[in-house]
Nanobody, 113 residues
Framework: QVQLVESGGGLVQPGGSLRLSCATS????????MRWYRQGPGKEREAVAG????????NYIDSVKGRFTISRDNAKSTVYLQMNSLKPEDSAIYYC??????WGQGTQVTVSS
């Protein structure tokens, strides 16, 4: 059974940091590009960052470049999203996805003073 479980969300002040994790099981993690998405209130879901199977290609949306870092640990079948210098507009439910396979349930990130 394919499972993707996000964790690490929470409430943080502007300028703060969070590290999201997405632990996976039930599929060959090393064969899949992984991506983090987010959906803010009243907004469409958007892709935030992606990383290919060996981490050789990484991309970000412009609004998070220089602040967010995606990484993966293939030995642990886990993908991460380090988020620094958080802004209120980063508030959203963050989801991880194995491209073409499935989604996690999401973790809430709220950036507020």
């Amino acid at each position: 059974q394919v499972q993707l479980v996000e964790s690490g969300g929470g409430l943080v002040q502007p300028g703060g940091s969070l590290r999201l994790s997405c632990a996976t099981s039930g599929f060959m993690f090393t064969r899949y590009t992984m991506r983090w998405y987010r959906q803010g209130p009243g907004k469409e879901r958007e892709a935030v960052a992606g990383i290919t199977t060996l981490g050789t290609t990484i991309n970000y949306i412009d609004s998070v470049k220089g602040r967010f870092t995606i990484s993966r640990d293939n030995a642990k079948s886990t993908v991460y999203l380090q988020m620094n210098s958080l802004k209120p507009e980063d508030s959203a439910i963050y989801y991880c996805a194995a491209i073409g396979l499935g989604w996690g349930q999401g973790t809430q990130v709220t950036v507020s003073s």
